[in-house]
């Protein structure tokens, strides 16, 4: 069933509006979810502009203030100006380099970007920083996934599920990156798994139909194999010796 939020914020908390997205990201991604604000109302680009002109003009007074312009980023990635967004994050974790949550946001930017090693680094940071984020590992796993780096990629799915053994997605990733080391009963597994968190995650049975049908065939590849070996002149030999 979609659960659908809205959220009613005061305009000082916007900042803590855009955290509270982050956090709901894998819900979303899931189909378990819909979250919208003031900002997601057919006007939502224009709020978002006004929010952007807001930032820049404190940013004015105090340039120097790494959660302004960690704001300013994610609005400027939620208005897609994803390199603008990368300088942004960029700046405010010069500000601070603590931050864990602005490195991920970096990575989200990079991956946005298709700047899968640059998205996997910052990832890593953040990881650094917070090892109990199991949000953080499945983001490593698909850019790790899209490197074609499959092996890494399945570890970093397990340590998402290791830290949430519910994790749908996660669940999905590790099917994949399964798929495409050929260990197609274990994808099976990993994508029945995934249906059965979240049975509205059109992906997951688009890899299961895939699995099953690798299966399938490598079942009638050794039934042929098996049969031919069956037919060979050593195996014949050998009947007609026990005859």
């Known amino acids: 069933m979609l659960v659908e939020i809205f959220c009613c914020y005061a305009r000082k908390d916007q900042s803590l509006l855009n ?36 930032y820049e003009q404190a940013l004015q007074h105090i340039p120097d203030d790494a959660f302004v312009q960690g704001c300013k980023s994610f609005t400027l990635y939620d208005l897609e100006r994803y390199e603008e967004a990368l300088a942004a994050c960029e700046r405010s974790i010069e500000l601070d ?28 940071q953040s990881i650094q920083l917070d090892h109990g984020n199991d949000f953080v ?11 074609e780096r499959y092996e890494e ?34 994808a099976l597994a990993a994508y029945n798994r995934s249906i059965q968190l979240n049975p509205n ?26 049969k031919k070996s069956h037919n060979s002149p050593q195996v014949i030999k050998g009947k007609k010796a026990l005859e």
């Open 19 to 54: 955290e509270l997205k982050i956090h709901l990201i894998p819900l979303k991604r899931q189909g378990l979810i819909t979250i919208w604000a003031d900002t997601d109302i057919d006007a939502g680009i224009e709020w978002d502009k006004e929010a952007l002109a807001a």
């Open 201 to 226: 995650d059109p992906k997951a049975y688009i890899g299961k139909a895939n699995a099953q049908k690798q299966i399938l065939k490598d079942q009638e590849k050794l039934r042929k194999l098996t």
């Open 97 to 124: 380099r603590n931050d864990r949550f602005t490195h991920f946001h970096k990575g989200l930017i990079l991956y946005a970007l298709d700047r899968m090693e640059e998205a996997l680094a910052a990832y890593e």
């Open 153 to 186: 990629a399945l570890a970093a799915y397990e340590q998402a599920i290791q830290l949430d053994p519910n994790y749908a997605s996660a669940y999905k990733g590790k099917g994949d990156a399964l798929y495409e080391l050929k260990r197609y009963k274990e």
């Open 137 to 147: 590992y499945q983001c490593k796993g698909d850019a790790l996934y899209d490197l």
